[in-house]
Each structure stands twice: as structure tokens, then as C-alpha cells.
């Protein structure tokens, strides 16, 4: 699902318009990124949760080459699914 399929969804499902839900989905999506921007977690109790990880600097091999270079230290972002997502996926 794209995020215009997402919206077409939830349109449907709460009979608002789609222009209307296309802002909240854009609004939500915002709302996630500043706070994964800021270290904060979002967390959607039974869906999951947005956090920010870590990923140390390590020694990486080039594939075409061989050669062995330094991969620098970078944030991630974790989603964690929640219990009754992982219920329904596992259904």
C-alpha cells in the first residue's frame, strides 16, 4: 500500500474527504519525523513504535573492489511492531 492507497482507505473507512485525510496523513507523517529528528519516540500503543537507534562506524569491504573501507557511525530509525499487530499479522 502507497501512501495515496492509504489515504483512499481511510477516506473510505471515515467518510471524510480525501483531500481532508491526504492533510491529516501528511500532518501525522510530519508530527513522526520531528520526533524521531528530536530522539523522541512515538509510541502507538497495540500498532508499534518510531524510535531513533544507532549504528556504530565499522570496517566495510567494497563488493566490486575488495577493498576494505571505514562506514561512518549514522542514526537509524526502529519501528517496533506492537502486540496486537503482530497478533493480526500472525493470524
Do not use: C, H, Y
Request: aromatic share 6%; charged share 20%.
Amino acid at each position: 500500500m502507497n501512501k495515496q492507497e492509504l489515504i483512499d482507505a481511510v477516506a473510505s473507512a471515515t467518510g471524510a474527504s480525501k483531500a481532508s485525510t491526504g492533510q491529516t496523513v501528511d500532518a501525522f507523517l510530519e508530527a513522526v519525523t520531528k520526533a524521531g529528528v528530536a530522539g523522541d519516540t512515538v509510541q502507538l500503543i497495540g500498532f508499534g513504535s518510531f524510535s531513533q537507534g544507532a549504528r556504530a562506524a565499522r570496517t566495510g569491504r567494497n563488493p566490486a573492489t575488495g577493498q576494505e573501507m571505514q562506514i561512518a557511525a549514522a542514526k537509524t530509525v526502529k519501528f517496533t511492531a506492537g502486540k496486537i499487530f503482530k497478533e493480526a499479522v500472525n493470524r
